[in-house]
């Protein structure tokens, strides 16, 4: 239930600037009301997008996020990547990894 | 019949956002002047509205609610959601069609279930087309979404039907309108395999709609377009409406998997209106 809490916010948070403004002075003021695990706050309070993409966040969910947090493209994909290495394999949900790590266009320079 | 028209494009948000890291610029650029000659058609229709049937991607649905399929009946509306320098499209409020829309989904409701909203914030999967075909954001707009974000997905031989009802919805209107479906075919967007497509899968798929081949189209099970066309694969919904609307074969005029900084096959067409 909770991933589905998580979701919600992040759902919220990408369409609503009113609390787009709130989450950049104080987002972990805005976690009431969602059933979050100290793991998922602590990701959002982090911008952990390699956490959050291991919890099983929905990558477009996720990819709006990141825009939102400013992340460039290519450090978005490497911020994935990171979070496999570093949590494991996807846990939940449909847009887990399946290509090993690999980059599929020649501008992703990373790997 | 007042069905003007009826094509597919893409709608990645790296068609707009990412066209600058691109290095494929001939190729890119070839891309763009497809979709501007796919707005002249639209144009040179007479078509007096737009139906964009998308997938959205989590810009007003959610699983606390999620509908199989939504019609917009708003007034106006506006996007995109995402960063607009992220994007690359500056945030617009984009014309409804309120009173089509109501008469349109009124009549698709006789056979098909629909959800409707009057309000709709639109994200890359309609504010990437529309900047390309309606530029000056004049043309009023009925969104129309398809559920292929959240499962259980629609069916397909859902969206099918459904593609039917707008048409016979349409047929039952003065005005003449325009319809596109907008939609990867495989793509494995937003983890880090984006820019990975399965070329065979998706020329597989486009000659079926070329064939206009029904029982081909409705075959695909969501376990192999999984596997075979990734998530973003379940998008092929908004062609499959596309089609039955058209009710004609698919002229391919533009498709290529030499783009992947847009993590997608770009790809443009025009179904036979019949």
Known sequence: MSLYHLQKFLFELNRD?????????????????????????????????????????????LMHYAAFLGIEWFDYLEMMRQGIDKYGPVRAGVYTMTGGGDAFTEEDTHK | MSLVYSGVLS?????????????????????????????????????????????????????????AFCIGIGEQYSGPIEDPEWLRIPKTDVPGAPDLGRRLTKEVMQTVDTAYAEEWKFDHGIIVPLHFLTPNYDMPIIPVNINCQGPPLTPLHRAWAFGEAIRRACNAVPEKVALVGTGGISHWPATPDSGKINEAWDREFLDRLVRQDKEALLSYTDEETYRDGGQGGFEIRTYIAAAAAAGGPLDVQFFTPDLPIFA???????FEVT
Do not use: W
């Open chain 2, 264 to 270: 997608v096959s770009c790809t443009v067409g025009r």
């Open chain 2, 11 to 67: 709608h990645a948000p790296g068609i707009t956002g990412r066209a600058d890291l691109c290095k494929n610029i001939e190729k890119r650029d070839e891309f763009y002047a497809k979709l501007d000659v796919q707005r002249q058609e639209i144009e040179a229709s007479g078509a007096e509205a737009l139906i964009v049937i998308a997938a959205e991607h989590f810009a007003n649905f959610f699983m606390n609610n999620m509908p």
């Open chain 1, 17 to 61: 600037e009113a609390l787009q403004d709130k989450c950049r002075k104080d987002i972990t003021g805005q976690f009431g009301g969602y059933d979050l695990t100290e793991e998922e706050a602590g990701a959002l309070r982090d911008g952990d997008i390699g956490l959050l993409y291991v919890l099983g966040v929905n990558g477009q969910i």
